[in-house]
Every structure is written in C-alpha cells, then in structure tokens.
C-alpha cells in the first residue's frame, strides 16, 4: 500500500502547480487530519467490504473528473482533491427542479431503540435537494437528506453502523461519539463499495457524524453530516426533545436551476445562509410545539463547519445546559451558550409560560440568515 502521505509532498503529478493549488492541496491534507478529531481510544477492528478490489495497485493518474484508478488508501485520505481537479463546487446527476419538492425536517427526538446492538445502513449519495421554495441546492448527503437521520441511543448500547457509498466520488462516516482507530474506521468509501464498523459510545451526549473524506470542508459544508444523541444509562427527566443542527452555506450561482455548494466560499467563512436542520427559516414557517408545564429539552448539535452556535430563545432562561456528559457538567439559569462548530450541547428548559418562544443564534447576523425558528408552548 502506497503511504499516503507522499501523495502531497513527493508524488510528482503536484509538482509544477500553482501556488493556490498547493495551498488547496496542503489544506485537504489538513482537513485530513481535522477529520480524525475523535481521539484514539480503545481501538475496534474496523471491517471493509471495499478492500482488495480491482485497480488496487494501478497508480495511473486519472483525468479530472473521472473515477480514481489510484491506489486505495487505508484511511480517509483516498482524497478527492489530490487525484483530480479539486471540486470547485458540489454537483449532483440527480433530477431537474421541477421535480424536488420541499420537506420540513421533523425535529423531534426518534425513540430509544431496545435492542443491544443497533444496526445502522446509511448510503451516501450526492442529490438535488429543495431548501428553500427558491433554492435547490446539489447536496451530498446521508440517506438523501441534510441533515442525515438522527441517530438515538443509550449508553451501554453498541451500534453496528455500515455506510454503502452510491454516490459518483468518495465519502466516509466519522462518529464524534466513537472512540476508534479513525484511519481505519473513518476511511474514505469508494463509489459502489461499502464499510461496517462498530463503536460503543463511552459518553451521553449529542454528538455530530460528518463525512471525513479530504477535504472535510466541502463534504461537511455541502450536507453531509447528522447528529447522535447517546442517554445515559438512567434515563434523564422526561421531556419534550427536539434536536437541532446548525450548519451554515455557502451557495454558488444557481445552473439549471441547482445551487452548488462553493468550496472557495466555504474558505472565505461567509455563509449566504444558516439552518437549523437543514433549512433556513424551517420552524418559523411551521414551529415545534410543547405543552405548558412540559420539560423541553434541546439537544443543539453545530455542524458547522466554520461558526459557532449561540444558542438562546427569547423569553426564556435555561434552567439546565449540560456541557457534556448529562447528567454531568450541568451549569444553571443560562440565558445563552456558544455550542462550536463540531459540537453538541443539552439544553433544558421548564415551559412555565404559554406563548411564542423564538429560538434563535443570538450572533443575529446568523440568526438572520436562517438559524432562528419558533416554539410554540401551548396552554
Ligand atoms: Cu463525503
């Protein structure tokens, strides 16, 4: 197996480039590493189905835009940027406009499954998805959507998770709630191949999954990531959960009707819009509800990938936020907290008072731009 590494320093297809384009190559190498951020604990054996096939030993370069005949790498370095022309911008072969209609992202929490290993089969694909009533934005996703499904568990539970990739280019899954060797885990899958691995989370928490595939920037900021929230053991008060996951993007010009995800926009850090769930404005056009006397907890998860989340609603204080680790780490009576870019916190909040509650990042100038929505406590 070629080192990878070599890939971006000796590999005699970088050299004569352009000074931006080595800077892009060195940032896809760092996003690499970023894309590890889980640390190593204990490690699991990872299993993948996509080893050993053909191509494996070619080292043909392939042109821009054409499947990798490169050697297959043993992590998530199999990068997209260092074997063909960088992706400027998220494309997708999926159907025209006219034919994606908008969904609302259901925010609620899904059941605690029962059984001892939970059994996840997740397919990247990259597709057109609605947004906004006026913007469809080529996406890659998780099983479709952005954000991916929500993932719940308890702690003590371990998940059996395999991701089929069906989409044109490499993709990968990193679990924040993993603790596992992540080059051999997290490694980029190939179009038509698969990988199974398996992870017992060591913390409650809500977590994020992302793709980590090179450059992580642009497969996080063009929608592929979702959240896992792990209970702990003894099971928190009951409550009304909702999660939220805030991402940012960052929109080309629209071609047929499509807007892309632009890569160079994602590094200048100015995001054209804000979500919660996938969409902007998507619970001011249609709130989440809870009852009067209801605990309503939170589980804010910030995809990122560059700003922070500072989590807030108006009219109402947090009587719990847990940093970390619920039931621990549990700080009181919080107007606001910062959730990162990478992050999950809980919020909790008791729905005293009936009324109309926005919730909101109270950054307002990304509030603004559509990570705000409405909770509605009814009497
Ligand atoms: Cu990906």
């Known amino acids: 197996m070629q080192n990878p590494t070599s890939d971006s320093t000796g590999d005699p297809t970088v050299t004569g480039l352009t000074s931006r384009r080595r800077f892009v190559l060195e940032l896809s190498t760092m996003a690499t590493a970023l894309a590890a951020c889980s640390?190593?604990?204990?490690?699991?054996?990872?299993?993948?189905?996509?080893?050993?096939?053909?191509?494996?030993?070619?080292?043909?370069?392939?042109?821009?835009?054409?499947?990798?005949?490169?050697?297959?790498?043993?992590?998530?370095?199999?990068?997209?940027?260092?074997?063909?022309?960088?992706?400027?911008?998220?494309?997708?072969?999926?159907?025209?406009?006219?034919?994606?209609?908008?969904?609302?992202?259901?925010?609620?929490?899904?059941?605690?499954?029962?059984?001892?290993?939970?059994?996840?089969?997740?397919?990247?694909?990259?597709?057109?998805?609605?947004?906004?009533?006026?913007?469809?934005?080529?996406?890659?996703?998780?099983?479709?959507?952005?954000?991916?499904?929500?993932?719940?568990?308890?702690?003590?539970?371990?998940?059996?998770?395999?991701?089929?990739?069906?989409?044109?280019?490499?993709?990968?899954?990193?679990?924040?709630?993993?603790?596992?060797?992540?080059?051999?885990?997290?490694?980029?899958?190939m179009p038509g191949q698969s990988i199974t691995y398996t992870f017992k989370p060591k913390f409650a928490g809500a977590f994020l999954y992302h793709c980590g595939t090179a450059p992580v920037l642009m497969h996080l900021g063009s929608g592929m990531f979702g959240a896992i929230i792990v209970d702990p053991p003894a099971p928190l008060r009951r409550a009304t959960e909702f999660v939220l996951i805030q991402s940012e993007l960052y929109l080309g010009a629209a071609q047929n009707g499509i807007s892309p995800f632009d890569y160079n926009k994602m590094l200048g850090t100015l995001p054209d819009l804000f979500a919660f769930n996938g969409r902007p404005d998507q619970y001011q056009a249609e709130p989440l509800r809870a009852r009067r006397g209801d605990l309503v907890r939170f589980h804010v998860v910030n995809a990122g990938p560059t700003h922070p989340c500072a989590f807030h609603i108006v009219g109402e204080q947090f009587d719990t936020v847990y940093l970390g680790a619920p039931p621990g780490n549990a700080i009181h009576g919080v107007q606001t907290f910062d959730v990162p870019a990478g992050g999950g916190m809980v919020f909790e909040m008791q729905a005293d008072v009936a009324g109309e509650f926005v919730f909101v990042n109270h950054s307002f100038g990304h509030g603004q731009k559509g990570a705000i929505g409405r909770l509605v406590i009814g009497a």
């Open 39 to 189: 640390p190593s604990g204990e490690p699991h054996a990872g299993t993948d189905t996509a080893t050993g096939t053909a191509n494996q030993q070619s080292g043909r370069t392939a042109p821009p835009g054409t499947p990798s005949t490169r050697p297959r790498n043993a992590d998530s370095r199999a990068d997209t940027s260092l074997h063909h022309a960088m992706p400027g911008a998220s494309t997708v072969a999926g159907p025209t406009p006219a034919n994606v209609l908008f969904h609302r992202f259901d925010a609620a929490l899904p059941a605690l499954p029962t059984q001892e290993v939970v059994t996840l089969h997740f397919t990247a694909r990259e597709t057109a998805l609605r947004v906004r009533d006026d913007t469809v934005v080529a996406a890659w996703t998780f099983e479709g959507d952005i954000p991916g499904p929500i993932v719940h568990v308890r702690q003590g539970q371990t998940v059996e998770f395999t991701l089929t990739n069906a989409g044109q280019i490499p993709h990968s899954m990193d679990f924040h709630a993993a603790q596992i060797d992540p080059k051999v885990a997290f490694r980029s899958v």
